[in-house]
């Protein structure tokens, strides 16, 4: 979609300009929350770096980007009208679509006139003496606010690969997260993929439908189950959105978001034959969860967890051809779904095309990139173009990308040296009336981000006007409460698999980050039960004056 003309930044710089809110991001999360703020009356801004709305599916338009979350279920349930009138025409909407979607809720709700585009928020300072931040952005205009709304996603920030030579590289360089808005174009050209977690695994067999030759430099393979996705058929749809009111009720009472029946048995329990049964029935099914939920156990016991991961390698090994590129494409290194597994659509089929090549980079590690190509222990890869698809920087990276100032001049970055801290992944201590949405230490990233979305906007905008209706300036977490909030997602990760595998989960994916599994683990619906008997109480663990 074209960007709306009449939304800019480039409105001048004024000395005062004074808002009562400033959301940073105009993604899913940063346009709810701006819809919730005007509902309480705020004059809110949303400053948005990109060139337009849309967040996470305005950057990551690589070939293939689509949604693993079934698009019925990955949209916002705010409003009936918008479930009624939004028509999505594939079980997984890709990400052209799930744009328009974004955009069509923008018109709707009449969102856009708030929006600052090409601005990007450089810095937030808290000014304690009258309890406003002030923020600076790159365009030069300075706002003051009393509150700061972080929507600023969980997987924003590319990561640096820490490839030498890429800047030496004669041809085009492409990172996912950052395609251009213009056609790229890879007919007769010889294209490398780097990177195989689930962009990757998305781009990859889409390229390859175009390319003269691809090489795909893999360093861990993943676990990629195939997406079945569909068109939606007009009878399916009007099924589902007459079931509507009552599944939007079960999602936000859900685990994790998505409905589905609880497994109720460990996968040890079962004999190899039934449990073979339970795991073709769930890859045919075609969802991003389905082997998890097989049994109650294949996220937190290994030897539950290894049958599933030999299920996923004897069909990779059923698929793929050479049965040694089948192995080099074999998971082996971590248990299943302890990096998040990928939805793909021909992934494996894709290698057994003559002009599609695997290079195993754990045992030809690259070198550099030169201006020809990229060269690895094993020798020099001619290239016309290479697609960087290597992960980011997640949930921390796109707040500490903020020069945040909190109280006393201490800054977020000082206070994360370690790794997060907040309470209920909500606010930090000395960082009053600055709120995160799908912020590190909640369950984010573990969920269908739609509803995490909802229930945090939701919570964050209560809480101010709880504030506002008392009469009080601001909220802060009291350090206590964050300790204990620590402890507390510490403790249910350890009762998993998660935190022992090197993962973007864990900030292992990015040197000398901190290692703290990033997550909330305990499910969205006990998390909910949490953040609301917190405001039911008083909002404990918060200080409010
Ligand atoms: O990033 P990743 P992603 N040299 O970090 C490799 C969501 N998402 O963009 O594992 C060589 O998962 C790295 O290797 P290794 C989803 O939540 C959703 O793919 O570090 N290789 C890995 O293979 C997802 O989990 C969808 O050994 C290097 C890959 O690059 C998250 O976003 C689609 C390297 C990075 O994988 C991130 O996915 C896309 C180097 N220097 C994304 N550095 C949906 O389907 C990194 N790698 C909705």
């Given at each position: 979609p074209a960007s709306d003309?009449?939304?800019?930044?480039?409105?001048p710089p004024a000395a005062?300009?004074?808002?009562?809110a400033v959301v940073v991001g105009a993604g899913l999360s940063g346009l709810y929350q701006l819809h919730r703020l005007r509902e309480l009356g705020l004059t809110t801004v949303v400053f948005e770096a990109?060139?337009?709305?849309?967040g996470t599916w305005y950057w990551n338009r690589?070939?293939?980007?689509?949604?693993?979350?079934e698009s019925m279920s990955y949209s916002?349930?705010?409003?009936p009208e918008l479930d009624q009138e939004w028509e999505w025409s594939e079980r997984y909407a890709a990400q052209p679509e799930i744009l328009r979607y974004i955009h069509h809720v923008a018109d709707r709700f009449g969102l856009r006139e708030d929006v600052a585009l090409?601005?990007?928020?450089t810095r937030a300072v808290y000014d304690g003496a009258d309890h406003r931040w002030r923020l600076s952005t790159d365009t030069g205009r300075t706002v003051t606010a009393r509150f700061v709304i972080m929507?600023?996603?969980?997987?924003?920030v590319p990561k640096?690969?820490?490839?030498?030579?890429?800047?030496?590289?004669?041809g085009a360089v492409h990172h996912t997260a950052r395609w251009p808005r213009e056609d790229v174009s890879f007919a007769g050209k010889r294209v490398a993929v780097i990177g195989t977690g689930c962009s990757g695994v998305q781009a990859v067999p889409v390229i390859a439908g175009e390319a003269a030759s691809l090489t795909v430099f893999q360093r861990t393979p993943a676990y990629v189950l195939p997406a079945r996705n569909r068109p939606l058929r007009a009878a399916e749809r009007s099924a589902l959105k007459a079931g509507y009111p009552e599944f939007r009720r079960a999602q936000r009472r859900s685990r994790g978001g998505t409905v589905f029946a609880p497994p109720t048995r460990s996968?040890?329990?079962?004999?190899e034959t039934e449990r073979t049964a339970a795991y073709e029935a769930a890859w045919e099914e075609g969802f991003l969860n389905g082997l998890v939920r097989t049994y109650t156990d294949i996220l937190t016991d290994e030897e539950a967890n290894a049958t599933v991961a030999e299920f996923v390698r004897s069909r990779i090994r059923s698929v793929v051809t050479d049965p040694a590129t089948a192995e080099r494409l074999s998971p082996r290194t971590f248990p299943f779904a302890t990096k998040r597994p990928c939805l793909g659509t021909g992934y494996y089929e894709t290698?057994?095309?003559?002009?599609v090549a695997l290079v195993d980079l754990r045992a030809t590690p690259i070198e550099r990139v030169t201006p020809r190509g990229i060269r690895t222990s094993d020798g020099e890869h001619d290239l016309d173009v290479i697609v960087l698809a290597t992960g980011f920087d997640a949930l921390t990276g796109s707040q500490l990308a903020v020069d945040i100032v909190g109280k006393g001049g201490v800054t977020l970055r000082e206070r994360w040296a370690e790794g997060p801290r907040n309470h209920l992944g909500l606010v930090s201590a000395g960082f009053p009336n600055l709120f995160t949405v799908l912020?590190?230490?909640?369950p984010s990233v573990l969920t269908n981000i739609t509803v995490s979305i909802e229930q945090q906007v939701e919570w964050i905008t209560d809480c101010i006007g709880h504030l506002l209706r008392n009469g009080l300036t601001e909220i802060d977490a009291t350090p206590s409460a964050e300790a204990d909030w620590g402890t507390h997602v510490a403790e249910l990760a350890a009762?998993?698999?998660?935190?022992a595998v090197d993962s973007w989960y864990t900030g292992a994916?990015?040197?000398?980050?901190?290692?703290?599994?990033?997550?909330?683990?305990?499910?969205l619906d006990r998390y909910r039960e949490e953040c609301d008997t917190a405001a039911r109480d008083g909002y404990t663990g918060f200080t409010l004056s």
């Open positions: 003309p009449t939304v800019s930044a480039a409105r005062d300009d004074r808002v009562d990109g060139d337009d709305i849309g690589y070939p293939g980007a689509r949604c693993d979350i916002y349930s705010f409003s090409r601005t990007r928020v929507a600023t996603g969980c997987m924003s640096d690969p820490g490839i030498p030579g890429v800047d030496s590289f004669t996968a040890l329990e079962a004999d290698y057994n095309l003559p002009h912020g590190p230490l909640s009762r998993t698999l998660y935190p994916n990015v040197p000398g980050k901190p290692r703290v599994f990033l997550a909330y683990a305990g499910g």
